[in-house]
């Protein structure tokens, strides 16, 4: 019953290696988003989904991409890893709102992954 | 742009009060605030979308000067399980949060 669920929890992965990280939320929202945590604990937004429209930040590498197969899935592909991608992936959702940001977000577990 | 949250980091003794400060560069349609316990995913605790607007949470509440750009966070008589990363998160344009560095909260016995 969790509502937003991320898999795989732990990712162990050679440099140059193609992964991909899956995203469901059970909740209904219509926005899904991809966040990264550095080891400083600095949480940077990547994307911003739903079903109208994708929201790119602008310093998120061309390596990166999200793919949604429908409204409750939102998956990140990373193609050509990096050291530099090591960190914790958080998947949130929520509702988009009349209000932009009107709505909390609920995030899922996390995936540390882990460049080597 | 992202929010600059203030102080970095606090240590305080149970039932001791506390506040964490968030203010933009840039002017704000909401900001919210989150909790993080080390290991888990950040959590949601409350919400502001009006300049002036206080809201509260138990023992916990927040206010947000529009005019000024910033918003607070209240922590009254902390208790062990207020320990954890404090964000807070702004929404200037779109539909994406950006979020503080973070105010990491220690409460002792």
């Known amino acids: 019953d969790t509502a937003v669920s991320q898999t795989p929890k732990y990712l162990v992965t050679q440099m140059g290696n193609d992964k991909s990280i899956k995203c469901e939320q059970n909740?209904?929202?219509?926005?899904m988003y991809w966040y990264k945590q550095d080891s400083k604990k600095f949480l940077k937004i990547m994307f911003s989904?739903?079903?109208?429209?994708?929201?790119i930040n602008e310093t998120v590498p061309n390596r990166f991409s999200p793919k949604s197969p429908d409204k409750a899935h939102l998956n990140l592909h990373i193609n050509s890893l990096e050291l530099g991608d090591s960190a914790v992936y958080f998947c949130?959702?929520?509702?988009?709102?009349?209000?932009?940001?009107?709505?909390?977000?609920?995030f899922g577990s996390g995936t540390r992954l882990t460049v080597v | 742009q992202q929010p600059v949250q203030s102080p970095q980091a606090v240590i305080l003794r149970e039932g001791e009060d506390a506040v964490i400060n968030c203010s933009s560069s840039?002017?704000?349609?909401?900001v919210h605030w989150y909790r993080q316990k080390h290991g888990e995913a950040p959590v949601f605790l409350m919400i502001?979308?009006?300049?002036?607007e206080q809201k509260g949470h138990d023992k916990i509440s927040a206010s947000f000067n529009e005019k000024k750009q910033q918003s607070s966070l209240y922590l009254t008589a902390s208790q062990l399980s207020y320990s954890g990363t404090y964000f807070c998160?702004?929404?200037?344009?779109?539909?994406?949060?950006?979020f503080g560095g973070g105010t990491r909260l220690m409460v002792k016995p």
């Open positions: 998160g702004t929404n200037n344009a779109g539909n994406m949060l950006t």
């Open positions: 840039k002017a704000l349609y909401s």
């Open positions: 502001l979308l009006k300049g002036g």
């Open positions: 989904y739903n079903n109208k429209e994708l929201i």
């Open positions: 949130a959702s929520s509702k988009l709102g009349s209000h932009r940001g009107s709505y909390g977000y609920t």
């Open positions: 909740l209904g929202h219509d926005t």
